[in-house]
């Protein structure tokens, strides 16, 4: 039993309690005592939590008990002849003003902080994708993102999802959004899940934002049919570079102009044939003919998350690099090509052709 108690009344607690009351004129509650039993079970339960938002008595955790105390506050001045119930009244209003004060988010308030208010360009880049978004479609995403969509009749916070994810049709994701439920990290990592996956296709991209649909299979613009060591097989690849307004959109011939500064998205798509013997690292290249390299990206397939040396036969991953064009890019056309070699000895690994790169596109800056 004391350890319940020590929990109920620590300081913590009663901070929370403290900041519930202070806007309520601290006491007036007490004066409809009686009312306020009816609250105890829920602000017991709520206390007791292990979550520092629950027994904090933040967000909409204390819902379900402020109506009860604010019954308890007009009933208890309520008790008090007219002039007693002015000044009680008086008193409630300074109290209200002075928890405003102290605790209030909203404009005049201390911990009022004017840069959640403004709509940035990333917050107009997430309506843009939630635009994108069929009518009738079920989706699931985080909790930014909810209320957005909260007109539709099936729209799930992300992971909770009662009818099952293979049941979905959409996922709208954002690096730059609350990750909660879970950590960063670890949303990062459910993040690569998804795009790694090529069952799951990616229907637009813009500032770290992702719209997913599930639709079975992601198909490549460009098919190939190019095997390394009788055990990577790349079966096509895309590529895409980004517009004005930063979405990505895909390139549909191997001769491609490009700005400096702009971003290009390449996706490559492996299919396992065996389990690779050794660790085997995927670099995508920007390179003259003479091999010199104005822009790289090295990685372990799907960004990272599906090493070679987990893969399964028939197992499929789509792996996405990122290249920045550089200023220092000249007037003439460069190679867009793709290696592979070992993580560990760094020896270059041959394809079944014999040769050590694959050319995937011709790329031309366009200079200002």
């Known amino acids: 039993p004391l350890i319940l108690v020590r929990q109920l009344f620590g300081v913590d607690r009663l901070e929370a309690i403290g900041r519930l009351l202070l806007p309520l004129g601290i006491f007036l509650p007490f004066l409809a005592a009686d009312w306020l039993l009816i609250a105890v079970p829920s602000l017991m339960l709520l206390l007791l939590s292990g979550d520092a938002e629950m027994y904090g008595l933040l967000k909409w955790y204390p819902a379900t008990i402020l109506p009860v105390f604010f019954a308890a506050t ?26 405003y004060w102290l605790y209030s988010p909203l404009p005049g308030g201390r911990d009022y902080e004017p840069a959640l208010y403004e709509v940035t360009d990333h917050d107009r880049r997430g309506l843009q994708m939630v635009e994108r978004v069929p009518t009738g479609a079920s989706i699931a995403t ?34 730059q959004s609350s990750p909660y439920p879970f950590a960063p990290d670890e949303f990062g990592h459910e993040l690569t899940r998804f795009l790694a996956d090529p069952a799951f296709t990616v229907v637009a991209e813009t500032d770290d934002i992702f719209l ?3 639709s079975g299979s992601s198909e490549p613009a ?36 490009v700005e400096p500064g702009q971003r290009l998205k390449v996706t490559l798509y492996w299919e396992a044939l065996e389990a690779p013997e ?16 104005f822009a790289q990206h090295d990685g372990l397939p799907g960004m ?19 290249l920045d064009i550089p200023e220092t890019l000249a007037a003439e056309p460069v190679n867009l090509e793709l290696l592979l070699y070992d993580t560990f000895t760094q020896e270059n690994i041959p394809w079944e052709n ?13 200079l200002r």
């Open 74 to 99: 007009a009933v208890g001045i309520s008790r008090f002849p007219g002039s007693r119930a002015r000044w009680l009244i008086v008193w409630l209003l300074f109290a209200t003003v002075l928890g």
């Open 142 to 175: 985080q909790p930014h993102y909810v209320p957005h969509l909260a007109h539709r009749e099936n729209v799930f916070h992300y992971p909770w999802i009662k009818i099952g994810q293979e049941n979905v049709d959409y996922f709208l994701f954002d690096r």
């Open 212 to 214: 997913l649909q599930q």
């Open 222 to 257: 460009f098919a190939t049919e190019l095997t390394a060591e009788d055990t990577m097989l790349l079966y096509g690849f895309d590529i895409a570079q980004q517009d004005e307004e930063g979405l990505y959109q895909e390139v549909g011939q191997q001769s491609l102009t």
């Open 278 to 293: 050794a660790e085997r690292t995927v670099s995508v290249r920007l390179a003259d003919g003479s091999g010199w390299l």
């Open 304 to 322: 990272g998350s599906q090493p070679t040396s987990w893969w399964q036969p028939g197992q499929k991953i789509r792996d996405i690099h990122y």
């Open 354 to 366: 014999g040769d050590e790169k694959v050319p995937l596109a011709e790329v031309t800056p366009l």
